[in-house]
């Protein structure tokens, strides 16, 4: 690995992002850990084998927030992740704007605008974007409701910059963990047993994670059960309804929700 290749990473302050970090770090990257605060971001940076770290304490989801991050690329990055994210669950008639808001800025706007903003420092390394989606944005689940429409949402937007992009040298890579073991299980750990639920460790999500972003995959999904039930939904969404319908209507289900909000 060439040591002088630079990746940037959003949300490297707790789980996947500082997982991410961490196995940059080991890999040899010049390592730009993004995160809301300075506290949590140097919690990453003493976990990481690297003096090369620049830590960056900005809100993505802000013009000024994202012009702080631009100004510490300084006109090249090898790498984007778009990691940083939001999640809300419950039946949607009790989500507050607020909670819609907040997925909708910080899960698929954010991205989209700092990906547009960090465009040029990309087209000069030939870089790589790299969304972290969710396997719920191809199987709508539930009480994700607002989750799995900006997962789905960046899923496209990922297709649609692959494209747009083609012939740029510049690769576009889509992950697609399940259910992960950080901070924002506690929004849903009620659910997994009744909802069928298979967890991940933040450090399984990023060996993935970097297998595909460094053999230039367009996709990655984990093995298993939600693989093939990916393949399902593209193919018969119809059974998937029937499936996940179900599981929504049992009453183990349902005494299992309560709204809440984890970042």
Wanted: with cysteine.
């Amino acid at each position: 690995m060439n040591d002088k290749k630079t990746v940037l990473i959003t949300g490297a302050g707790t789980g996947i992002g500082r997982a991410l970090s961490i196995q940059a770090a080991l890999k040899g990257f010049e390592l730009i850990p993004v995160g809301r605060t300075m506290k949590t971001l140097d919690e990453t940076r003493l976990m990481c084998a690297s003096g090369n770290i620049r830590c960056v304490a900005a809100d993505v989801t802000s013009p000024e927030g994202r012009a702080l991050i631009v100004d510490a690329v300084n006109g090249a990055l090898d790498i984007l992740i778009n990691n940083a994210g939001v999640l809300a669950v419950g039946h949607l008639a009790d989500m507050a704007d607020g909670d819609l808001e907040r997925m909708a800025q910080t899960n698929l706007i954010a991205p989209m605008a700092l990906t547009r903003d960090l465009l040029p420092a990309l087209r000069v390394s030939k870089g790589r974007i790299v969304n972290i989606g969710s396997v719920f944005g191809d199987i709508a689940y539930p009480f994700f409701a607002g989750y799995s429409a900006t997962k789905f949402g960046l899923r496209g937007f990922s297709d649609a910059m692959r494209r747009e992009l083609s012939g740029s040298g510049i690769g576009v890579t889509y992950i697609a963990p399940r259910a992960t073991r950080t901070a924002a299980e506690g929004a849903f750990s009620a659910l997994m047993e009744p909802l069928d639920m298979t967890l991940d460790t933040a450090e399984a999500v990023a060996s993935q994670a970097w297998d595909a972003i460094l053999k230039g995959k367009r996709e990655s999904f984990p093995k298993g059960k939600e693989r093939f039930f990916v393949k399902v939904q593209r193919l018969f969404p119809s059974l998937v309804d029937k499936s996940v319908g179900a599981q929504a209507r049992d009453p183990k289900t349902l005494a299992a929700l309560k709204p809440s909000v984890i970042s």
